[in-house]
């Protein structure tokens, strides 16, 4: 059972639609990652937040918003995304200071 | 030049045999190496950390070669439920955000 929990598991929407993403972790984890997978791709950060701080946005377009409301949450809101945006993403969480992820199971959306 | 660079293989091997493969990373100063497991369509799992004296865990050894900046993983043995993609994962220095490989196919055959 992972420390990381991700939904929805499965997301389809229109290019019009806006729909969020949500990760929680219990782990007591201070620092909390947005990643993007796409098809036999690499992995892709897109946010970092540390101590509720964004810290790093690698210049993801504005349609992709992240939230941090608290230390054990962290949402990715999305709107008017491109068919190109269909892809795994990937929440992980981490104690700051070189230590492993721990990542959530994804949400695979499909952009329609 | 990229942080962390694998081989993407695939690697296919038989049943019982043994598989190795190396990831290079370009920060000499890196302080913490992990290989990461990833299966078709799943989230990337912590399979072992890497130190500096290497180490082993069942079938599975890791090794740490700083003088020339690359670890390895060596899997002994292999199963069938080894197929998956191995990610090379290092974390530079000063920065908490880990550097991801783009990973190593292994595909194990009956």
């Known amino acids: 059972e992972t420390g990381v929990t991700q939904t929805p598991r499965h997301l389809v929407m229109g290019m019009t639609n806006k729909k969020s993403l949500k990760c929680e972790q219990h782990?007591?984890?201070?620092?909390m990652y947005w990643y993007k997978q796409s098809a036999k791709k690499p992995l892709e950060l897109m946010f970092v937040?540390?101590?509720?701080?964004?810290?790093e946005n690698n210049s993801v377009p504005s349609r992709f918003s992240p939230e941090c409301p608290n230390s054990s949450h962290l949402f990715l809101h999305l709107h008017t995304l491109q068919p190109e945006d269909s892809a795994l993403y990937l929440c992980?969480?981490?104690?700051?200071?070189?230590?492993?992820?721990?990542f959530g199971s994804g949400t695979r959306l499909t952009v329609v | 030049r990229k942080e962390v660079e694998q081989d993407p293989g695939p690697f296919n091997v038989p049943e019982g045999a043994t598989v190795a493969f190396n990831c290079t990373y370009s920060?000499?100063?890196?302080?913490?190496f992990f290989w990461y497991r990833q299966d078709c369509r799943k989230e990337p799992k912590l399979l072992m950390s890497?130190?500096?004296s290497g180490n082993e865990d069942g079938r599975f050894t890791a090794q740490l070669n700083r003088a020339s900046q690359y670890i390895s993983l060596l899997i002994r043995d292999s199963k069938l439920s080894d197929s998956a993609t191995y990610l090379c994962?290092?974390?530079?220095?000063?920065?908490?955000?880990?550097?991801f490989g783009a990973g190593t196919t292994v595909t194990v055959r009956a």
């Open positions: 992980a969480s981490s104690r700051t200071g070189g230590y492993g992820y721990t």
């Open positions: 890497v130190y500096s």
């Open positions: 994962v290092v974390n530079p220095p000063n920065d908490y955000k880990l550097s």
């Open positions: 782990l007591g984890h201070n620092a």
């Open positions: 920060n000499s100063a890196s302080q913490s």
């Open positions: 937040y540390s101590l509720e701080e964004r810290v």
